[in-house]
């Protein structure tokens, strides 16, 4: 099979691509490398260089069976340059699926956000109110709207990520996760920021259980179309109890910053869906 992967330069992305290619199939990466890395791409691959903002229908979909659109502004982009944000999360998944669709792809496995909540009382059911209270999210719900309606034209799904960590995690506060980025302060010896009180939950995900939902969802793309998932290991952690579990009895300082705009406290989430659908086990919580 012949597997296009957006964002395949970047950590998730990264991942998914050196699985297809163990799996066998031929895999194109499509990645602007604004952010993602030339050593994170697998082996084996073809590189397209473009921005999904500005991509057109052409070769590059030419007898593509599947797309794992995983390439996005990130978060702390948004905060910088919200345009930017929708052109890439909203405006690059229109343009991905128009492509797609016009090329007879076959299956659109599309990366959304737990960010599309916002801050919900009680637990995150893929059913319930999406209330996004950053650029970020509202880009991403974009995204996911837009992925609904070419339902009827292909199969199409879409798994909400939440806070995914593992190996080729970006480190950088501008763009990685909290794990990597923290363990990089520890390494040179701190200090550790924490961006408000600490006490806010997140639900850490190893990049491994995401590429099995991934080739999951593509295998049982015809039964589970249009459908959405929380792709979540449902351990809440604070992020105070992260950076002591990561510090323990390291001499580094902890220095404490406003909170981000738009920072989410509450990540009561569901998995029940993805675990009962796609037969998913998630791992522990090692950070």
Not at 11 to 30: M, N, P
Not at 66 to 78: D, G, L, Q, R, Y
Not at 119 to 148: F, Q, R
Not at 217 to 235: K, L, R
Request: glycine letters at 10%; hydrophobic letters at 35%; one cysteine or more.
């Amino acid at each position: 099979m012949k597997a296009l992967v957006t964002g395949g330069a970047g950590f998730i992305g990264s991942h998914i691509a050196q699985r297809l290619l163990d799996d066998g199939h031929e895999v194109t990466i499509l990645d602007d490398l604004s952010s993602g890395k030339e050593k994170n791409i697998p082996t084996g691959s073809r590189l397209f260089m473009a921005d999904v903002a500005h991509i057109r229908d052409g070769d590059l979909f030419k007898d593509i069976d599947v797309i794992f659109h995983n390439a996005a502004s990130k978060k702390n982009i948004c905060l910088k340059d919200p345009y930017r944000d929708l052109q890439v999360n909203g405006g690059g998944t229109l343009k991905m699926l128009l492509a797609a669709k016009k090329s007879g792809v076959k299956t659109f496995i599309h990366a959304s956000t737990g960010s599309v909540y916002g801050e919900v009382e009680g637990t995150l059911h893929e059913d319930g109110p999406t209330n996004p209270v950053s650029y970020y999210g509202i880009s991403k719900l974009a995204g996911e709207k837009y992925v609904g309606m070419f339902s009827t034209d292909m199969n199409v799904v879409v798994l909400r990520y939440f806070h995914v960590y593992g190996p080729r995690q970006e480190d950088d506060p501008s763009l990685g996760g909290v794990v990597a980025v923290f363990k990089k302060q520890i390494k040179e010896g701190g200090p550790v920021t924490i961006h408000g009180d600490g006490s806010q939950k997140r639900v850490f995900t190893h990049v491994n259980d995401i590429v099995e939902i991934n080739m999951r969802a593509w295998e049982e793309a015809e039964n589970i179309s249009g459908n959405v998932y929380n792709c979540a290991s449902n351990i809440p952690v604070s992020v105070m109890a992260l950076a002591g579990e990561l510090i323990r009895k390291k001499k580094v300082l902890l220095e404490y910053k406003p909170s981000l705009e738009g920072d989410i406290y509450n990540f009561d989430v569901d998995n029940r869906k993805v675990r009962f659908d796609l037969g998913i086990n998630f791992t522990p919580f090692k950070p």
